[in-house]
């Protein structure tokens, strides 16, 4: 799945200002771009669209979404009084998928994260974007048959999307339950998955109007580790080879380290494969850069590789000042074996 397009953010920008001014629409444009351009390309961009009056069409379908959203969001809200008044255990299997979306953000709210983004109706991936501890976290939730076990491949996808949305971790809600061979990379693709058994208590609590469950059965290590944050940006230049997974460790004396795993989405290989990091500081510098390669040789379709790599030279003093790191992948297709 492709990110948003600038078409698909203006859609955005007209279904929460009816008729947004030339100074948001450029800011807009400007953002999208990631860089500076010359003020006559921008103005050639916005002429473009702004004669696109599909655009204002598209809002208006946005704005009805959301005030559904809202609709659907006061029943959930009303069966969850209904069975805290009642000392009843609410039914999650007869929740419709809107409705059991509904649910898990009222859960996620109730557990005390801030709900970033909802994306629109072209993202079909990535339910809500969360923070909470300094980390954003992507959500996605499946409503399925109680017994039905959800493989692998179901979510797989939904692990790329959360690096181009530059995500911390990703948490899947089910009201069924994941296969051994998806539990047993939970914590290798640095995701939290919460299935019919973690579940129903989570939502006993938000019925009961409590809140002890939520170190046992929510994420539980948001704050351990490293007390370094960095804001992660991804570039991608290129989409046939996909950030799986990617975190950071800081230990003293040790430097600062970066460990993933870069997936080959394509058909065919690619070759002389690196990572190029820039770590910047809370003036929005550029103070530490570097060029890793990671393999010289073939990475056949579907192979997958991991990575460990270190910024040795970062002294302990400055560690604190840093803020976010940009990583941009690098490498030659290969259209002959």
Not at 298 to 309: C, G, K, P, R, T
Request: with cysteine; proline share 3%; aromatic share 8%.
């Amino acid at each position: 799945m492709k990110p948003p397009t600038l078409y698909n953010k203006l859609v955005e920008l007209y279904s929460v200002k009816e008729q947004p001014d030339n100074e948001s629409i450029e800011r807009c444009v400007q953002n999208y771009l990631h860089k500076q351009h010359a003020q006559k390309k921008i103005n050639n961009i916005i002429s473009q669209l702004s004669c696109n009056k599909q655009i204002e069409k598209e809002s208006k379908k946005h704005k009805n979404k959301k005030a559904l959203s809202s609709y659907i969001d006061s029943i959930v809200l009303g069966r969850i009084r209904e069975a805290g008044n009642n000392s009843t255990v609410m039914d999650i299997d007869g929740l419709d998928e809107i409705k059991f979306k509904s649910l898990i953000k009222q859960l996620i709210i109730h557990f005390g994260y801030k709900v970033l983004y909802i994306p629109p109706v072209y993202s079909h991936t990535i339910d809500m974007i969360i923070s909470r501890d300094n980390l954003k976290i992507a959500v996605f939730v499946i409503k399925h048959e109680p017994g039905f076990k959800i493989k692998s491949h179901t979510i797989q996808k939904t692990k790329y999307i959360s690096n181009m949305y530059n995500c911390d971790k990703l948490m899947v809600f089910t009201n069924a339950f994941f296969s051994d061979e998806l539990k047993n990379k939970e914590t290798g693709m640095n995701m939290t998955l919460i299935d019919r058994k973690k579940l129903l208590p989570l939502v006993q609590d938000i019925v009961d109007n409590r809140r002890e469950t939520e170190k046992e059965l929510l994420i539980d290590n948001m704050s351990e580790g490293s007390t370094l944050f960095l804001e992660k940006i991804i570039k991608f230049p290129k989409t046939k080879v996909q950030v799986a997974d990617i975190g950071y460790n800081h230990k003293e004396n040790e430097g600062l380290s970066f460990e993933g795993k870069l997936f080959n989405t394509g058909k065919k290989p690619v070759s002389n494969l690196s990572l190029f990091i820039k770590i910047f500081d809370r003036n929005d510098s550029c103070t530490y850069e570097k060029n890793f390669p990671i393999l010289e040789g073939l990475m056949d379709s579907n192979q997958e590789i991991a990575f460990n790599v270190c910024f040795e030279d970062i002294p302990g003093k400055n560690m604190k000042n840093l803020c976010r790191y940009e990583l941009r992948l690098d490498y030659k297709n290969v259209y002959k074996i």
